[in-house]
C-alpha cells in the first residue's frame, strides 16, 4: 500500500510539474539571476521618481531633495488645488496627462502586485498613486465642475526656476456643462476608477470615495461632450475624446462589474481602432488589451477588442509580416522623436499585460502575418526594451537617471538643475535661471533618482544636452508605463521567469526579428 500511495503521488507530482512545463512559470533559481540588469532597483527607483514630482506641502517621510511649492494653488478661483504632480521638467500641473499617469501606476499595482510588494515596493507605489488620485480627487469640486491645470505653461516655459521659487502666474482652468473637456473628464474617471480597484481591500472608504467621483466623471465627460483644449498647444487631443469615454467605462466595469458600462463599450465598440501606438493622447490600444481579459475570462460578447489587441500585437513586434513600428539598429521600438521612450515603454507594458492575460488563459498565441507569436515571445520581447532602457544599448548607458555608472547627467528638469532650496536658500528668479543653470554645461546638481528621459534618436545617438528637452526632459507618465514594464520582469519570490521553458521551445531569436 506505501509503495502504491508513493506511486500517486510521484505521478502528480510529474503532472504538475507537466503542466508548469507547458502552461505556467517555472521556480528555477538561476532564472533570478539570469539578467545582468537588477530590475528589483530599477522598479525602486521608477517608483521613487514620483517623489521628486511633487506638488504642494511634502511629507516628512520624503526621500528626496524637493521641498513645500505651490501652496496656494487655486487661491485665484476660491479653491484649494494644492498637490498632484508637476507633469515633466517644468512646474505646470496638467490634470489630462495626470490622470493618464495615475491609471498606469494603478495598472501596474492590479497587474504585478506580487513582483512589487516582492521588490518591497508595493506601500511605494501606493503612495504614488494616491498622491495622483488625492489631487484628482479635490480638483473634482462639484458634479459639474472639474479643474483641469494650474499653471500658465507659456511664461512658465519663458521661466527656469525651482518650483520653491516659482513666481509664474498660477492660472487655473476648468470644465463645466458650458465649457466641456471630454477627455480630461473621461481620463479621470478612468484613473479614480483604476485607484478604487487598488486601494479596495486596503482603505475600503477611500475606494468607495474614488468610485463615486469616477462615475460622476464620466457623466460630465459623456453627457456634456466636447474635446478638450485648454491645454494645447502643449497637451493637444488628436484622436478625439471617444478612446477616453471607452477607457474610462472599461475601468469602470472593471470596478463596478455594472452591465451599463459593459453595454456602454459594446454599444461604441465602433469606435475602436486599429491602432499601434498606446499614450495619454490615444488609449484604443489599451481599452482592447484591458477588455482582452474580458474576453478570455468568458464575456464572449466582447471578441472585437480581442481580435483589435491581436492586430496591436502584430502591428508593434518585429518579425511579426505587418509591423507598423520601426525599431532602432539597437533594438528600440522607435515610434517618433519627440521623447520617444514615452511610446516604447507605454507599448511595452501593455504588451507585456497582454502575455501574462494570455498565458492565464492557456492561449497559444497570436496569429499574425508572418507567424505565430506566443505570450512568451511577446514578454521576452518587452524584456528586451527593459534591457535597452537600462543599458544595452549602442551608447551603453542608462536612460534611467540614477541607474548603473553612466546615466544622462544633464536632465531637462528645473528642480534638478538649480541646487536645492534647502542648501541654497536664497531665491533664484527667473532669468537667473537661465544664465546661471540652464546654461551651463555640468551635471545637475540634484539627481533626479529613476527619471527616465526621453531618449535617444531613430539612430540609437543621444547627446546629453540640457537644452535637449525632446531626448532629456522625464514625464510622469514616461516613468508610470516604466514601472509597469519593469514590474512584469522582476522575479518574486514563488516564481521566476524562464522563457525557455514556457510553452515548450518557443522564445525569439531577437537578432534575426530586429
Same mark, same amino acid.
Given at each position: 500500500?506505501?509503495?502504491?500511495? &508513493?506511486?500517486?503521488?510521484?505521478?502528480?507530482?510529474?503532472?504538475?510539474?507537466?503542466?508548469?512545463?507547458?502552461?505556467?512559470?517555472?521556480? *528555477?533559481?538561476?532564472?533570478?539571476?539570469?539578467?545582468?540588469?537588477? #530590475?528589483?532597483?530599477?522598479?525602486?527607483?521608477? !517608483?521613487?521618481?514620483?517623489? &521628486?514630482?511633487?506638488?504642494?506641502?511634502?511629507? %516628512?517621510?520624503?526621500?528626496?531633495?524637493?521641498?513645500?511649492?505651490?501652496?496656494?494653488?487655486?487661491?485665484?478661483?476660491?479653491?484649494?488645488?494644492?498637490?498632484?504632480?508637476?507633469?515633466?521638467?517644468?512646474?505646470?500641473?496638467?490634470?489630462?496627462?495626470?490622470?493618464?499617469?495615475?491609471?498606469?501606476?494603478?495598472?501596474?499595482?492590479?497587474?504585478?502586485?506580487?513582483? !512589487?510588494?516582492? %521588490?518591497?515596493?508595493?506601500?511605494?507605489?501606493?503612495?504614488?498613486?494616491?498622491?495622483?488620485?488625492?489631487?484628482?480627487?479635490?480638483?473634482?469640486?462639484?458634479?459639474?465642475?472639474?479643474?483641469?491645470?494650474?499653471?500658465?505653461?507659456?511664461?512658465?516655459?519663458?521661466?527656469?526656476?525651482?518650483?520653491?521659487?516659482?513666481?509664474?502666474?498660477?492660472?487655473?482652468?476648468?470644465?463645466?456643462?458650458?465649457?466641456? &473637456?471630454?477627455?480630461?473628464?473621461?481620463?479621470?474617471?478612468?484613473?479614480?476608477?483604476?485607484?478604487?480597484?487598488?486601494?479596495?481591500?486596503?482603505?475600503?472608504?477611500? $475606494?468607495?470615495?474614488?468610485?463615486?467621483?469616477?462615475?460622476?466623471?464620466?457623466?460630465? &465627460?459623456?453627457? #456634456?461632450?466636447?474635446?478638450? /483644449?485648454?491645454? @494645447?498647444?502643449?497637451?493637444?487631443?488628436?484622436? =478625439?475624446?471617444?478612446?477616453?469615454?471607452?477607457? %474610462?467605462?472599461?475601468?469602470?466595469?472593471?470596478?463596478?462589474?455594472?452591465?451599463?458600462?459593459?453595454?456602454?463599450?459594446?454599444?461604441?465598440? =465602433?469606435?475602436?481602432?486599429? *491602432? $499601434?501606438?498606446?499614450?495619454?493622447?490615444?488609449?484604443?490600444?489599451?481599452?482592447? *488589451?484591458?477588455?482582452?481579459?474580458?474576453?478570455?475570462?468568458?464575456?464572449?460578447?466582447?471578441?472585437?477588442?480581442?481580435?483589435?489587441?491581436?492586430?496591436?500585437?502584430?502591428?508593434?513586434?518585429?518579425?511579426?509580416?505587418?509591423?507598423?513600428?520601426?525599431?532602432?539598429?539597437?533594438?528600440?521600438?522607435?515610434?517618433?522623436?519627440?521623447?520617444?521612450?514615452?511610446? +516604447?515603454?507605454?507599448?511595452?507594458? !501593455?504588451?507585456? !499585460? #497582454?502575455?501574462?492575460?494570455?498565458? %492565464?488563459?492557456?492561449?497559444?498565441?497570436?496569429? @499574425?502575418? =508572418?507567424?505565430?507569436?506566443?505570450?512568451?515571445? *511577446?514578454?521576452?520581447?518587452?524584456?528586451?526594451?527593459?534591457?535597452?532602457?537600462?543599458?544595452?544599448?549602442?551608447?551603453?548607458? /542608462?536612460?534611467?537617471?540614477?541607474?548603473?555608472?553612466?546615466?544622462?547627467?544633464?536632465?531637462?528638469?528645473?528642480?534638478? /538643475?538649480?541646487?536645492?532650496?534647502?542648501?541654497?536658500?536664497?531665491?533664484?528668479?527667473?532669468?537667473?535661471?537661465?544664465?546661471?543653470?540652464?546654461?551651463?554645461?555640468?551635471?545637475?546638481?540634484?539627481?533626479?533618482?529613476?527619471?527616465?528621459?526621453?531618449?535617444?534618436?531613430?539612430?540609437?545617438?543621444?547627446?546629453?544636452?540640457?537644452?535637449?528637452?525632446?531626448?532629456?526632459?522625464?514625464?510622469?507618465?514616461?516613468?508610470? +508605463?516604466?514601472?509597469?514594464?519593469?514590474?512584469?520582469?522582476?522575479?518574486?519570490?514563488?516564481?521566476?521567469?524562464?522563457?525557455?521553458?514556457?510553452?515548450?521551445?518557443?522564445?525569439?531569436?531577437?537578432?534575426?526579428?530586429?
Amino acid at each position: 500500500m506505501g509503495k502504491l500511495i &508513493g506511486l500517486v503521488i510521484l505521478y502528480c507530482c510529474l503532472f504538475c510539474l507537466r503542466e508548469l512545463l507547458v502552461f505556467g512559470e517555472v521556480v *528555477i533559481d538561476k532564472s533570478c539571476n539570469a539578467s545582468k540588469y537588477d #530590475y528589483n532597483d530599477a522598479l525602486m527607483k521608477a !517608483i521613487l521618481f514620483f517623489e &521628486g514630482q511633487r506638488s504642494g506641502k511634502l511629507p %516628512a517621510s520624503q526621500r528626496v531633495w524637493r521641498a513645500n511649492s505651490a501652496l496656494y494653488d487655486g487661491i485665484s478661483d476660491h479653491v484649494k488645488l494644492v498637490g498632484g504632480y508637476y507633469d515633466a521638467g517644468d512646474n505646470v500641473k496638467f490634470g489630462w496627462p495626470m490622470s493618464y499617469t495615475t491609471t498606469l501606476l494603478s495598472w501596474a499595482a492590479i497587474e504585478h502586485k506580487a513582483s !512589487i510588494s516582492s %521588490a518591497k515596493q508595493l506601500t511605494y507605489l501606493r503612495q504614488a498613486i494616491r498622491w495622483g488620485s488625492d489631487f484628482i480627487l479635490q480638483s473634482h469640486t462639484s458634479p459639474s465642475t472639474f479643474y483641469t491645470q494650474v499653471g500658465e505653461a507659456n511664461q512658465d516655459h519663458q521661466c527656469w526656476e525651482r518650483p520653491e521659487d516659482m513666481d509664474t502666474p498660477r492660472t487655473v482652468y476648468k470644465i463645466t456643462p458650458s465649457s466641456p &473637456g471630454t477627455e480630461a473628464a473621461a481620463d479621470a474617471s478612468a484613473a479614480l476608477a483604476a485607484a478604487s480597484i487598488v486601494f479596495k481591500k486596503v482603505d475600503s472608504n477611500y $475606494s468607495t470615495r474614488l468610485l463615486q467621483h469616477a462615475q460622476s466623471l464620466f457623466d460630465l &465627460g459623456d453627457k #456634456y461632450r466636447g474635446s478638450y /483644449s485648454a491645454s @494645447c498647444p502643449f497637451y493637444c487631443s488628436y484622436s =478625439g475624446y471617444q478612446d477616453e469615454l471607452l477607457w %474610462a467605462a472599461a475601468w469602470l466595469y472593471k470596478a463596478t462589474r455594472a452591465s451599463k458600462y459593459a453595454n456602454y463599450v459594446l454599444f461604441n465598440e =465602433g469606435w475602436s481602432q486599429t *491602432i $499601434s501606438e498606446f499614450s495619454w493622447d490615444n488609449k484604443y490600444a489599451g481599452v482592447q *488589451i484591458l477588455l482582452s481579459k474580458e474576453f478570455l475570462a468568458g464575456k464572449r460578447e466582447l471578441s472585437e477588442f480581442k481580435s483589435k489587441a491581436d492586430l496591436f500585437v502584430c502591428s508593434v513586434m518585429p518579425g511579426s509580416g505587418s509591423t507598423q513600428i520601426k525599431t532602432t539598429p539597437g533594438g528600440l521600438l522607435f515610434t517618433r522623436d519627440a521623447a520617444n521612450l514615452q511610446y +516604447a515603454t507605454s507599448a511595452s507594458m !501593455i504588451l507585456s !499585460i #497582454y502575455s501574462k492575460t494570455l498565458t %492565464a488563459a492557456r492561449a497559444s498565441g497570436v496569429q @499574425c502575418p =508572418g507567424k505565430m507569436i506566443t505570450p512568451s515571445q *511577446i514578454l521576452t520581447f518587452t524584456k528586451s526594451q527593459v534591457d535597452y532602457i537600462l543599458g544595452n544599448n549602442p551608447m551603453k548607458i /542608462s536612460y534611467m537617471v540614477g541607474y548603473g555608472t553612466k546615466y544622462p547627467q544633464q536632465l531637462h528638469h528645473r528642480g534638478a /538643475s538649480i541646487p536645492s532650496i534647502k542648501y541654497q536658500p536664497t531665491k533664484i528668479g527667473c532669468s537667473q535661471g537661465y544664465s546661471s543653470w540652464f546654461n551651463n554645461n555640468k551635471p545637475n546638481p540634484n539627481v533626479h533618482v529613476g527619471a527616465i528621459v526621453g531618449g535617444p534618436d531613430s539612430n540609437d545617438q543621444f547627446r546629453d544636452v540640457r537644452s535637449d528637452h525632446a531626448h532629456l526632459e522625464p514625464t510622469t507618465y514616461m516613468n508610470a +508605463a516604466f514601472v509597469g514594464l519593469v514590474a512584469a520582469v522582476v522575479p518574486t519570490r514563488v516564481t521566476c521567469f524562464e522563457s525557455r521553458l514556457s510553452y515548450g521551445n518557443d522564445t525569439m531569436d531577437l537578432a534575426q526579428t530586429i
